[in-house]
């Protein structure tokens, strides 16, 4: 997620060819899905005006997924003509921050997803859905796991290749993680499950523990722990891939990812953002070290 939600929020903001760059290293240290941009109003995100730039710049290849979010009709018309193979659309769990960050309702998000996952599959472009603040809203407060069960049911059936749950401001804790990731499980009808965790509240990990043991598909990460909601407010950034990875392969689960070049990627990103960042595998080298 380093591309688009580790940067979205940034106030320097990186050219394309730095992007670009920043996308190829994760590939050569063994990342094969990548959300590489967002196709949104540039006066909104300025951090994400250059989306069919970094895509023109990034190498075909049939092993690695870029995917691009897109929030309405016409960001999906931008990202097909740009020839993304995988969409992510974000819905939101609440009005209020519906409307903040999306200028929509609750419903109306989830209305959107239903309007473009049949284009997206007619033209070969694999549709997931997010669900933004499923955990918790720092306007609305608590948000009735009914509410995201009912969206992710929507979802899945209106064509969703898979599914993710969103902590978009870093509310949840792992008992909550089992108990929405289950609920949510029942109702998709076998569509993938995914989670998206921010650390905001330093849980980020032990919730990424307990999607792993609630047997989630995959889990989303950035570099470095950067990122965040530029419209959430204090919502720091995600987990750091290379942390998630070291926890992951010490529990004897295989990423397929290279944790050494993980790692030698923060501190580059930390001098081209001009500031230390939260990844801590970094800082503290890998165990047992590298020989």
Avoid at 36 to 59: H, K, W
Avoid at 60 to 72: A, C, E, M
Avoid at 103 to 131: H, K, Q, Y
Avoid at 155 to 181: K, N, Y
Wanted: with cysteine; charged share 25%.
């Amino acid at each position: 997620m380093s591309p688009r939600d580790g940067l979205q929020s940034e106030d320097v903001i990186l050219d394309a060819d730095t992007k670009i760059e920043l996308i190829n290293r994760a590939v050569e240290a063994g990342v094969r899905r990548i959300e590489v941009c967002s196709f949104v109003n540039p006066a909104r995100v300025p951090q994400m005006a250059d989306a069919e730039v970094v895509l023109t710049g990034l190498p075909s290849r049939d092993d690695v997924t870029y995917i691009g979010l897109v929030l309405n009709r016409r960001g999906f018309e931008r990202a097909a003509a740009a020839g993304v193979r995988e969409i992510n659309v974000v819905a939101v769990a609440t009005d209020t921050f519906g409307i903040r960050n999306q200028g929509a309702t609750s419903d109306e998000t989830v209305a959107v997803f239903e309007e473009i996952a049949p284009l997206a599959i007619d033209a070969d472009i694999r549709p997931t859905l997010t669900i933004s603040t499923a955990f918790g809203c720092p306007y609305e407060g608590e948000v009735p796991v009914e509410r995201v069960t009912a969206m992710a049911r929507r979802g899945a059936a209106a064509g969703a290749a898979e599914i993710a749950l969103a902590d978009t401001i870093g509310v949840a804790v792992p008992t909550d993680v089992t108990h929405r990731l289950g609920a949510a499980r029942e109702v998709m009808n076998g569509v993938a499950l995914r989670a998206h965790f921010h650390n905001t509240r330093n849980t980020g990990i032990a919730n990424a523990y307990a999607a792993v043991e609630a047997g989630v598909d995959a889990l989303d990460a950035s570099l470095g722990g950067i990122g965040g909601c530029p419209f959430a407010p204090n919502a720091t950034g995600n987990i750091p891939t290379e942390d998630l990875a070291f926890m992951l392969e010490r529990m004897g689960i295989d990423t397929g990812l290279d944790l050494e070049r993980l790692a030698a990627i923060v501190p580059w990103i930390e001098a081209r953002l001009d500031k230390r960042v939260p990844g801590l595998l970094s800082k503290a080298g890998l165990f047992p070290a590298a020989r």
